[in-house]
DNA sequence: AGTTGTGAAACGTTTCACAGCT
DNA sequence: AGCTGTGAAACGTTTCACAACT
């Protein structure tokens, strides 16, 4: 397949949001324009995003919602349930094992490692907070596909260096850190800093 | 000022991470080389990068690495510290008020809102959760310029509408909802769901 | 000799505009 | 009549390559 925009990926999420929202209110058909103007895009670019893949709509009428959100959740990988691992339990990968959204998204949280003795044991959303020592053997054993970071930005690279040795391929990394990985290994880095200082940027060159 | 990209102040972000970084390592000065390899890019486009607010290296030489690091600062907006309220303290909103890289940053928390009687009184990190309906008179009086939303996704929206009322310009929402807000505004929206729904697409479409 | 700063070229993404289908 | 699907045009970003400077 042609090479797809990361752009176009993340349009492809936001259609399907959407989409699950017109659903909910009972709609039956959309078009590219009312698809557009819930993601604050055009209805041209809503065309040329699912136009790589395949045609969907139906033209004079639109799409149909429901067929729409089967294919783009197939397109997106969506069929079948993520087992996800998350690296380091403090404040923010407790905050992430106890969101919900994880799960109705589609994704399982399987494990949640920590160093911290005084942290394994502590039950999170079900999950139980396991040794780091065990990740290794964990993802051997679990196979989830996705780990996601939520360790200090100093122990970022060697969790990552490890997780992808044991077999992972895809890494959302909350971490204060730039990482490098393989080729083959995708790494999404959200980084508040360099949101914060996006927005300061915006505020000091304002109009 | 011509128009400069996001992905380009992204990077001025992470390069002012790795200049603090050699800076500690006591390192005077940096080619746009080394600076690139750190940042996962090109020296071409480090170059380019800074071409845009003006030129701070020498030829020959490269960069001086507190001079890049004073430039890079004030082209960023973090000569001054940006008063920063968050709203929602839940697991989200509680995580990030606690996160002491805020403060290290040049970002200060200066109010955490919820709606919940049960969590106002608590102080996070020292901040104490206010009640949301002070909201308007505390960015009346203390005039922060960024609102950092970690509310439920339907709650986002009004939560928008109120602080922009409130003067505010500048947002990172958290929240799982798309925003819209009016020209001027700068909203950035980072989506849990989408970034995993990205990674597993990237999964799916693995060589 | 080594490295910057920058026009020009290459590349990628978005928008346009319309033929083609329902 | 209305809306999709898509080549072509416009636009934006990155890479190249080299003159200019230390």
Redesign the interface.
């Known amino acids: ?1 042609k090479h ?1 925009a ?1 752009s176009t ?2 349009r ?3 259609y ?3 989409l699950e929202e017109f659903e909910r209110h009972g709609h039956a058909t959309i078009s590219s324009g009312e698809l557009a103007r ?3 895009t055009t209805s041209a670019q809503v065309r040329k995003d699912l136009s790589f893949f395949g045609s969907f709509g139906k033209r004079g009428l639109g799409y149909g919602v429901s067929d729409l959100i089967a294919s783009l959740r197939h ?4 069929e079948a349930r ?1 087992p ?1 691992v998350i690296v380091g339990a403090g ?2 990968g ?3 094992a ?2 919900r ?2 799960g109705t ?3 399982d949280v399987v494990g949640v490692y920590d160093t911290d003795p005084a942290r394994v044991g502590e039950a999170l959303n079900g999950v139980p907070v396991r040794p780091d020592a065990q990740l290794e053997a964990d993802i051997a054993a679990l196979r989830p ?2 780990a996601v970071l939520c360790v200090p930005g100093e122990a970022a690279q060697p969790v990552l260096d490890r997780v992808v040795a044991a077999g992972i ?4 990394n909350f971490a ?1 850190a ?1 990482l ?1 990985a393989p080729e ?1 290994v ?1 790494v ?1 880095t ?18």
């Open positions: 397949m797809i990361d990926v993340r492809l999420s936001l399907l949001r959407f819930s993601g604050g397109i997106l990988g969506l993520w996800v404040k923010i407790a905050a992430l106890q969101y959204g994880f998204h589609g994704f596909r996705i391929r895809a890494v959302l204060p730039a490098t083959g995708t999404r959200v980084n508040m800093a360099t949101e914060l200082e996006v927005l300061a940027f915006a505020l000091t060159n304002a109009p």
